[in-house]
Nanobody, 124 residues
Framework: QVRLVESGGGLVQAGDSLKLTCTAI????????VAWFRQPPGKEREFVARMSWDGRRKYYADSVQGRFTISKDNAKNTVALQMNSLKPEDTAVYYCARDRYPSGVMVVAATAVWGQGTQVTVAA
């Protein structure tokens, strides 16, 4: 059973950059669509970014477009989220997700494999 483990979260100042990494254990990311979601304090989980299994299609939430970049390294079995120009409203627990089935163009959240989350806090 594949497990996803996020890392790279922390406390930063507004305007700083941070890179989150999600590593697949006992499984692979190579042929799967992947995504990042986040849950701000007191709010529902929300979509951040996603990538099709072949990396050709990437989509971002309007709130992070132009500041965040999703990428996947099949050799390392990781998916990353590079976050630049961070804002206090980016504060959240960030989760990576992998689609349950291969060759998809997007992650189906209801059946996806999820990581445990990593906290990102952006101070004003």
């Amino acid at each position: 059973q594949v497990r996803l483990v996020e890392s790279g979260g922390g406390l930063v100042q507004a305007g700083d950059s941070l890179k989150l990494t999600c590593t697949a254990i006992d499984g692979t990311l190579g042929r799967y669509a992947v995504a990042w979601f986040r849950q701000p304090p007191g709010k529902e989980r929300e979509f951040v970014a996603r990538m099709s299994w072949d990396g050709r299609r990437k989509y971002y939430a309007d709130s992070v477009q132009g500041r965040f970049t999703i990428s996947k390294d099949n050799a390392k079995n990781t998916v990353a989220l590079q976050m630049n120009s961070l804002k206090p409203e980016d504060t959240a627990v960030y989760y990576c997700a992998r689609d349950r089935y291969p060759s998809g163009v997007m992650v189906v959240a209801a059946t996806a494999v999820w990581g445990q989350g990593t906290q990102v806090t952006v101070a004003a």
